[in-house]
C-alpha cells in the first residue's frame, strides 16, 4: 500500500540548534518526493521538491532534504532553526495522479 | 490570480445543512486537487481534476461529497446533509503540470465547522 510516515508527531527545538524531520515511503520505484510546510491559518507552502538527480535538494528558507533510496528515505533539514520555523510539516509522495501526505510533524522553537 | 484563492474561510453549518466550497486556482492551472484535513492529521486526498474532467474521485468519503470544475477553471465542492464528522479544514490545490513546472500551490483552505 502507498504510505508516507512521519515518525516524528511532535519535535521542539531551541532557536539556532540544528533540526532534522524524518520521512519514508512505501514504494518499488523512485516516486517524486516532496516537503511542505503549514503555518497556523496558513496554506501549505512548498519547501523543496525531488524528482530526480542529485539526491540533496535545496529549497527555501534554508531547508534541504536528502533522498536516500536504500532507506526509502527524505528527511529534511535545516542546520540553523529560527522562531519563525515554528509550525507543522508534511512530507509527500506523488505515487501518479495521486498525492499522499505524510501525518505531519509539529515543530516547536524555544526562545 | 497570483495564488490559489477559497472562499469562504471559515462556514459553520448546522447538522443537515448543504454547504459549497470555492476555489479559485491560478490561472491556466490545469490540474485540481481537493484535500480534506481533520484536526491534528495530515491532508486526505479527495478529488482530482483535469480542466473540466474530474478523472479522480476515489477519495470522496460518501455520496454526499459531489464536486464540479465545469469550465476548467473555478471548482465547487458540495457537501449535502452535512455531519459533524465532516468538520475539516478542506483545502484545494492546483498544478501547471505542463512539464516545466511541477508542484502544487495550496489555497489556505476553508474551515468547515458542523454543529
Known amino acids: 500500500a502507498q504510505s508516507v510516515t512521519q515518525p516524528d508527531i511532535h519535535i521542539t527545538v531551541s532557536e539556532g540548534a540544528s533540526l532534522e524531520l524524518r520521512c519514508n515511503y512505501s514504494y518499488g520505484a523512485t516516486p517524486y518526493l516532496f516537503w511542505y510546510v503549514q503555518s497556523p491559518g496558513q496554506g501549505l507552502q512548498l519547501l523543496l521538491k525531488?524528482?530526480?538527480?542529485?539526491?540533496l535538494v535545496q529549497g527555501i528558507k534554508g531547508f534541504e532534504a536528502e533522498f536516500k533510496r536504500s532507506q526509502s528515505s527524505f528527511n529534511l533539514r535545516k542546520p540553523s532553526v529560527h522562531w519563525s520555523d515554528a509550525a507543522e510539516y508534511f512530507c509527500a509522495v506523488d505515487y501518479g495522479q495521486n498525492f499522499v501526505f505524510g501525518p505531519g510533524t509539529r515543530l516547536s522553537v524555544l526562545p | 490570480g497570483a495564488g490559489v484563492s477559497q472562499s469562504p474561510r471559515y462556514k459553520v453549518a448546522k447538522r443537515g445543512q448543504d454547504v459549497a466550497l470555492r476555489c479559485d486556482p491560478i490561472?491556466?492551472?490545469?490540474?485540481l486537487f481537493w484535500y480534506q484535513q481533520a484536526l491534528g492529521q495530515g491532508p486526505e486526498f479527495l478529488t482530482y481534476?483535469?480542466?473540466?474532467?474530474?478523472?479522480?474521485k476515489s477519495g470522496l468519503p460518501s455520496d454526499r461529497f459531489f464536486a464540479e470544475r465545469p469550465e476548467g477553471s473555478v471548482s465547487t465542492l458540495k457537501i449535502q446533509r452535512t455531519q459533524q464528522e465532516d468538520s475539516a479544514v478542506y483545502l484545494c490545490?492546483?498544478?501547471?503540470?505542463?512539464?516545466?513546472?511541477?508542484?502544487?500551490?495550496f489555497g489556505s483552505g476553508t474551515r468547515l465547522t458542523v454543529v
Open positions: 490545490a492546483s498544478s501547471l503540470t505542463d512539464g516545466e513546472d511541477y508542484g502544487y500551490t
Open positions: 481534476f483535469q480542466n473540466e474532467a474530474q478523472l479522480d
Open positions: 525531488y524528482f530526480s538527480g542529485d539526491t
Open positions: 490561472s491556466g492551472h490545469v490540474s
